[in-house]
């Protein structure tokens, strides 16, 4: 499906939805099943996705936490400008809700069938109102695919944890736009210079995440292969541009009420 990763884009869910009503409804397991063949087939091949959503020449689907209507809109629809094409016309629409059930299974959604309220569910946290509330949904929304914050960090259980747990909540959008980010090194393997967050550098095992695209790649490496310098050109002010300045602060208000929460 794409060399680098499954990435969520937007688009009409109506499509997905008929089709997951006339079949993954009525047997989600079964759909899962038949997801996981024509998977095999179309995704888990080549510079495409692992086996069972793991990692390949892309980044791994399980576990990632995402929502059904999040991966509904990608598989249907594609993403323009990336390697991720649109399987809506390649895939009967027997076979592309199977696989959306498949890839939500291997996410733990709590519906795996593809239907109106697909997605809408939130993980469960402490109750928020306000502002903070807000910032809370943003935090998680679908709809921005790998420009929300969730893909990166992990809060009140939601999230995927590439950065290190938030130690401390900047005091305000400026300073979040702003924010230092001194374990991001400079990573250099054959010849490519990418930033990088190291995860284990040792005499058996090198592992790093690159943070060269949305979603980062986790990537294996022999041991001795990467050359890691301190210091990148990478800046946390450019993964957050799907947030306008008001949505910045929702979130930081967001997270200063999960601290005192949690």
């Known amino acids: 499906m794409k060399k680098r990763g499954l990435w969520f884009g937007t688009a009409a869910l109506v499509f997905a939805w008929s089709c997951a009503a006339q079949n993954a409804d009525q047997n989600p397991s079964a759909a899962a099943k038949q997801g996981e063949q024509v998977f095999a087939k179309s995704c888990a091949t080549g510079y495409c996705h692992g086996v069972r959503g793991g990692p390949g020449g892309?980044?791994?689907?399980?576990?990632?936490?995402f929502e059904t209507a999040y991966i509904n809109n990608t598989v249907t629809n594609g993403i323009a400008g990336s390697g991720m094409r649109s399987f809506a016309t390649?895939?009967?629409?027997?076979?592309?809700?199977?696989?959306?059930?498949?890839?939500?299974?291997?996410?733990?959604?709590?519906?795996?069938?593809?239907?109106?309220?697909?997605?809408?569910?939130?993980?469960?946290?402490?109750?928020?109102?306000?502002?903070?509330?807000?910032?809370?949904?943003?935090?998680?929304?679908?709809?921005?695919?790998?420009?929300?914050?969730?893909?990166?960090h992990q809060?009140?259980?939601?999230?995927?944890?590439?950065?290190?747990?938030?130690?401390?909540?900047?005091?305000?959008?400026?300073?979040?736009?702003?924010?230092?980010?001194?374990?991001?090194?400079?990573?250099?393997?054959?010849?490519?210079?990418?930033?990088?967050l190291v995860l284990r550098d040792g005499k058996q095992a090198t592992l790093f995440y690159d943070l060269t695209s949305s979603p980062p790649v986790?990537?294996?490496?022999?041991?001795?292969?990467?050359?890691?310098?301190?210091?990148?050109?990478?800046?946390?002010?450019?993964?957050?541009?799907?947030?306008?300045?008001?949505?910045?602060?929702?979130?930081?208000?967001?997270?200063?009420?999960v601290t005192k929460l949690l």
């Open 58 to 65: 892309a980044p791994r689907l399980a576990a990632r936490g």
């Open 90 to 152: 390649a895939l009967s629409r027997t076979d592309l809700a199977a696989v959306v059930a498949y890839v939500a299974s291997l996410n733990d959604a709590a519906d795996p069938n593809v239907g109106p309220d697909a997605g809408t569910s939130q993980s469960s946290g402490p109750a928020l109102t306000g502002q903070a509330a807000r910032g809370a949904q943003l935090f998680r929304e679908a709809v921005r695919g790998f420009g929300r914050c969730s893909t990166c």
């Open 155 to 196: 809060v009140a259980g939601f999230g995927i944890p590439v950065a290190a747990p938030i130690a401390q909540v900047p005091g305000a959008v400026a300073a979040l736009k702003a924010l230092a980010t001194p374990n991001v090194k400079t990573g250099i393997m054959d010849g490519e210079s990418m930033p990088v």
């Open 218 to 257: 986790q990537r294996n490496a022999q041991p001795g292969s990467v050359k890691f310098n301190d210091g990148s050109n990478w800046r946390h002010s450019s993964t957050i541009g799907a947030y306008d300045d008001s949505e910045l602060a929702a979130i930081l208000a967001y997270l200063r009420a």
